[in-house]
Each structure stands twice: as C-alpha cells, then as structure tokens.
C-alpha cells in the first residue's frame, strides 16, 4: 500500500532543465522527511536533496548548489526535484525516500524504485 513513485526522468543535453516528481501513496507526505538520492553507473548511491516535514531544505552534496532545488506540494502528496544548468555529471538513476521523523538526517525508511536521468551531447 505504500508506495513512493518518481517521474520526470529522461534524455537531456547539457545546460538543459529537468523536473522530478515524487508522488506519495498510502501515507501522507506532510509528516515525513523526503530525500532526493542518486546512482550513477559504477558509484555508489549518494544523496542529493531533502525536504524536512518543515519545509526546510538540506543538500547533501555541494555539486548540485545554485543548479538543484527541491519543495514539496502538501495538496497533491508530491516532492519536486528541479534540476537546472545540467551536466553530463549528473547522470544517474534518481531516488526520493522518505524518513519518518521528519528530518533529514532521519533514517529513510521507504524508497521508490528510481527514474533514469541522462544528459548527453
């Protein structure tokens, strides 16, 4: 019954824009951390972004600052990833999870299954 479902990956060219959605089902967003991780190929799983249940935002990493940002729509039980300035860098399959606490150093305790993002010239 608790499912998180990412959408909005796809094929981009460098300097392009994407926008990730992360929809929620069987629980209510509201009360929950979400974080934005990603895989690239032959590397390990790092985080990126997440949203605490207070609509305060945390970057894991620094490469995505002043290109990345991440909020949430409380009405529609959706987290959104707005990826600006893209490179080929960034490539890699995108997970949002959601950690029960509701803060971002929180244990993510659900996970959805990802969507593939590719910037390529």
């Known amino acids: 019954q608790v499912q998180l479902v990412e959408s909005g990956g796809g094929l981009v060219q460098p300097g392009g824009s994407l926008r990730l959605s992360c929809a929620a089902s069987?629980?209510?967003?509201?009360?929950?951390?979400i974080g934005w991780f990603r895989q690239a190929p032959g590397k390990e799983r790092e985080g990126v972004l997440c949203?605490?249940?207070?609509?305060?935002?945390?970057y894991y990493t620094d490469s995505v600052k002043g290109r990345f940002t991440i909020s949430r729509d409380n009405a529609k039980n959706t987290v959104y990833l707005q990826m600006n300035s893209l490179k080929p860098e960034d490539t890699a399959v995108y997970y949002c999870?959601?950690?029960?606490?509701?803060?971002?150093?929180?244990?993510?305790?659900?996970w959805g299954k990802g969507t593939l993002v590719t910037v390529s010239s």
């Open positions: 949203i605490s249940s207070s609509d305060q935002s945390t």
């Open positions: 999870a959601a950690a029960r606490v509701g803060v971002c150093g929180g244990h993510m305790y659900y």
């Open positions: 069987g629980f209510t967003l509201d009360y929950y951390a």
